[in-house]
């Protein structure tokens, strides 16, 4: 079964800083998707950003990118110049596509110290 | 453009009631549809995912049951609630592309 790590219960930066949060995850499959979403206090959760495993580019969605390691099973988010905004939990998801099934990690905790 | 409603927000409900929480997706066919839950300052754990109507799949031996009545339209029930079915329940609806998108998630309290 496929499972995903986060390895990082609780991280914390300083606004306008840049933080990396890590993620790995297990499977034998060589086509899927990664995600990160966020989670604030709402508890709305909210798509960050999207990794085909095919694309060899890194994803980018502003000031969010991530540094995808396939052969590695690595899959970390990169947010640049932390605004108070960005405080959340942060999931790492892991699907197949199609009809397969999401599969998250527990999160991550992020504070941004102003 | 697909939205995700899901109701109620909130329930407190006493332990031995029966439970119903709806999820209903506009703007989609034939997604799949999930129930997760959530624990205070912890993971998603999947409770049910249906590629289809009638087709449930359940990932956790639990006191809680699924059904999906209509291609847009999933239901999370139980008929005797526990103390330990506390928690944030989210639907959430996703297509070829993978990515869920969620609904804004119902907090259940058994007293």
């Known amino acids: 079964a496929q499972t995903v790590t986060q390895s990082q219960p609780e991280m914390s930066v300083q606004e306008a800083e840049t933080v990396t949060l890590s993620c790995t995850y297990d499977t034998s499959e060589s086509d899927y998707y990664l995600f990160w979403y966020k989670q604030p206090p709402s508890r709305q959760m909210i798509l960050v950003i999207r990794?085909?495993?095919?694309?060899?580019q890194n994803a980018t969605e502003n000031r969010f990118s991530v540094n995808f390691q396939k052969a590695a099973k690595s899959f970390s988010l990169k947010i640049s110049d932390s605004q108070l905004g960005d405080a959340a939990m942060y999931f790492c998801a892991y699907s197949r596509g199609g009809a397969q099934k999401l599969v998250f990690g527990q999160g991550t905790r992020l504070t941004i110290n102003p | 453009s697909q939205t995700i409603h899901q109701w109620p927000a909130t329930l407190v409900q006493p332990v031995g009631s029966p439970l119903s929480l709806e999820c209903t997706v506009e703007g989609t066919s034939n997604p799949n549809l999930y129930w997760y839950r959530q624990a205070a300052g912890r993971g998603l754990q999947l409770l049910f995912y249906?590629?289809?109507?009638?087709?449930i799949s359940s990932e956790v031996p639990q006191n809680l049951s699924a059904s999906r009545p209509q291609d847009r339209q999933f239901i999370l029930s139980s008929k005797k609630l526990l103390l330990s079915d506390s928690g944030f329940y989210l639907c959430?609806?996703?297509?070829?592309?993978?990515?869920?998108?969620f609904g804004q998630g119902t907090r259940l309290t058994v007293v």
């Open positions: 990794q085909e495993a095919y694309k060899q």
């Open positions: 249906s590629v289809g109507i009638g087709q």
């Open positions: 959430a609806w996703s297509v070829r592309a993978a990515e869920a998108f």
